[in-house]
C-alpha cells in the first residue's frame, strides 16, 4: 500500500532547472503489510529483525490505523492546559552501518514531529542509556519505571537501492504490541518514511496522523522578484518552483493537490496562472490594467474565487478552472479581497472595508446574504481562512499597531487571540486537519513562515531565506 500526503495517492511537487519550471512526481515511501511478497523481503543478514505486523489498509485508501479498542483511541484538540500529554520512548533505530546515519535522521525526524504534535512528551534518552534493548523480549517493567506510556522500536534495512522501515508500537502498560508497520520507500526519501512512521503512530492513538506527511507553498524574496517555493511541514525539502523574473504571489493548491494557481504581478497588470505537476503553464485570467489577486480554490476544484478590479472597484469574483463562467460576486462601493470558501463551498469569507476599515465578511457562493463577521470593535481584519471543519475563521486584525492571528468560532462568534504582538502576524493557512496553523511573521526581523498549534502554542520557525509570505498548508 502507499502511504500518502493526499489520500490515496500523495502528489509531491519538485522543481527543475528551467526558465520556466518543472513540476513532477517523486517515488512515494510505499508501505507494505506484515506478510510482504518474498521480494519485498529485507535482506538474509537482517532475518533476525521482528515480524511487523500490520492491518489490511482501509479501501478509501486513507492512512491506515489498527484497530482500536473501544475508549482506546483518545481525540480532541491540543490545548495549552486541558490535555494530559502521553509519555512515548523512541530508542535509536536500529541499523547496519551503511545506513546508520539515515536511521538516525529517521528517530531525530520523528521525534521532532511527536514533539510538534502536542500529544507527546519523550522520555528522556538518559533513563536507558546502557539499558540492553533486546526487541524479542521487552522489559516492560523497566519501561514503565521511565514513565513511558508507549515504546517505539525501530529498525532499518537498505536493499538494492531502497529502504525498509520497520516499526512496533508498544502499550507499555498494557505490555503489548499495538500496531507494527513496514514502510519502504527510495534511499532519498529518509525522512519521508519517517514522516510517514510518524503519521501511523498519530493517526492510530488520535486519528490526527495527517500533518507529518503535509506541505506548504510559501512565497520569498528572490532579489528583486517574488518567487514560489515549496517545503515539508517542518521547512525541509525546500524547492524553488517559478523562475519567472517577475513577482509571484498569494499561492494555492487545488484540492487534490497537482496544481497551483497564482497571480504574476507584471508592469502594467496582474494576471492569474495555473501550473500543473507536468509544467504546463496556462493563463488563467487577466484582462487588461488592473488589480488581480487571491486566487482560491473552491472545495471541488473547479471554480477560482479571487479579487479583480475589472469593473473599475476591487470586488470578488469568480471563474472556472477552464476559464470561463466569470461571475461578479460583490457590488459595494468598496474594496473587497482575499477570498476563503467555506469547506462544503456554499459560502465565501472575505475582507471588505465597506464599513470605513477592513474587517471579515461572510456571503454565499453566489453573493447573496453578506454579514459581518469581525466583532464591531475590531480596528482592522484581513486575511480570513476557514477551517477544514467548517467550524472556525483564522484572520489576522490589528492590535496596539501589531498584526496577531485571531480565530473567531463561528457557534459562538467568540474570538480568540493566538499571537500576542510578537512582531506582525499574518496570512493565516490551517493544516489540511485543522489541528495547526501556519502563518508569516516578522517577529525576528524580516518575514517568515511559522507553524504553531491551533491554541497558538508551540510557534515554530520554518524558513531561513528572505521575506517569506503567503503560506498556504496542503
Same mark, same amino acid.
Given at each position: ?30 508501505? *507494505? ?19 511487523? #505486523? ?47 546515519? *539515515? ?77 507494527? *508497520? ?121 471554480? !477560482? ?13 469568480? !471563474?472556472?478552472?477552464?476559464? *470561463? ?53 475590531? =480596528? ?31 457557534? #459562538? ?47 515554530? =520557525? !520554518? #524558513? ?11
Amino acid at each position: 500500500m502507499t502511504v500518502s500526503r493526499l489520500a490515496a495517492s500523495r502528489l509531491r511537487w519538485v522543481a527543475a532547472v528551467m526558465v520556466l519550471f518543472i513540476l513532477a512526481l517523486a517515488p512515494r515511501a510505499q508501505e *507494505k503489510p506484515s506478510n510482504p511478497p518474498q521480494a519485498a523481503q529485507p535482506p538474509a543478514a537482517a532475518s533476525s529483525a521482528p515480524a511487523v #505486523t500490520a492491518p489490511q489498509a482501509p479501501a478509501s485508501g486513507a492512512v491506515p490505523q489498527a484497530p482500536a479498542q473501544p475508549g482506546q483511541q483518545i481525540t480532541g484538540t491540543i490545548t495549552e492546559t486541558g490535555f494530559t500529554q502521553l509519555m512515548i520512548a523512541t530508542p535509536p533505530c536500529k541499523a547496519g552501518a551503511s545506513v546508520s546515519a *539515515k536511521a538516525e535522521e529517521i528517530t531525530a525526524t520523528v521525534d521532532e514531529d511527536l514533539l510538534f504534535s502536542g500529544y507527546f512528551n519523550l522520555v528522556d534518552p538518559k533513563l536507558w542509556a546502557g539499558m540492553e534493548l533486546n526487541d524479542a523480549k521487552v522489559d516492560y517493567a523497566a519501561w514503565e519505571g521511565m514513565k513511558a506510556d508507549y515504546l517505539l522500536l525501530t529498525s532499518l534495512y537498505e536493499s538494492e537501492g531502497s529502504l525498509t522501515l520497520e516499526s512496533r508500537l508498544l502499550d507499555v502498560k498494557r505490555k503489548e504490541m499495538v500496531t507494527g *508497520k513496514r514502510i519502504r520507500g527510495p534511499e532519498g526519501d529518509v525522512r519521508i518514511l519517517a514522516h510517514n512512521l510518524s503519521a501511523v503512530v498519530l493517526d492510530y492513538l488520535f486519528g490526527a496522523g495527517r500533518f507529518p506527511t503535509s506541505q506548504i507553498l510559501f512565497t520569498s524574496q528572490v532579489g528583486q522578484t517574488q518567487d514560489i517555493f515549496i517545503c515539508d511541514y517542518d521547512g525541509k525539502n525546500l524547492l524553488r518552483l517559478t523562475a519567472l523574473g517577475i513577482l509571484n504571489v498569494t499561492p494555492d493548491v487545488n484540492p487534490k493537490g497537482d496544481r497551483i494557481v497564482f497571480t504574476s504581478i507584471l508592469k502594467d497588470r496582474q494576471e492569474l496562472f495555473l501550473l500543473d505537476r507536468a509544467g504546463k503553464r496556462v493563463k488563467l485570467y487577466g484582462e487588461g490594467e488592473g488589480l488581480n489577486a487571491s486566487p482560491r480554490f473552491s472545495p471541488d476544484g473547479k471554480t !477560482i474565487a479571487f479579487c479583480s478590479s475589472r469593473s473599475g472597484n476591487p470586488d470578488i469574483w469568480t !471563474i472556472g478552472v477552464d476559464g *470561463k463562467n466569470l461571475t461578479r460576486l460583490t457590488f459595494a462601493y468598496a474594496i473587497d479581497t482575499a477570498p476563503s470558501w467555506s469547506p462544503d463551498g456554499s459560502r465565501i469569507a472575505f475582507t471588505s472595508d465597506r464599513s470605513g476599515s477592513p474587517q471579515i465578511y461572510v456571503m454565499d457562493r453566489d453573493g447573496a446574504n453578506v454579514k459581518r463577521l469581525s466583532p464591531e470593535d475590531s =480596528k482592522r481584519c484581513d486575511q480570513p481562512a476557514w477551517s477544514p471543519k467548517g467550524d472556525k475563521i483564522a484572520y489576522s486584525t490589528s492590535v496596539n499597531g501589531r498584526f496577531n492571528i485571531a480565530v473567531i468560532d463561528l457557534g #459562538t462568534n467568540q474570538v480568540t487571540m493566538l499571537t500576542h504582538g510578537e512582531g506582525d502576524n499574518e496570512s493565516p493557512s490551517w493544516s489540511p486537519d485543522g489541528r495547526y496553523i501556519a502563518f508569516a511573521s516578522n517577529r525576528l526581523g524580516q518575514y517568515a513562515i511559522y507553524i504553531m498549534r491551533a491554541d497558538g502554542t508551540g510557534v515554530t =520557525k !520554518i #524558513t531561513n531565506q528572505p521575506d517569506c509570505y503567503s503560506p498556504c498548508w496542503f
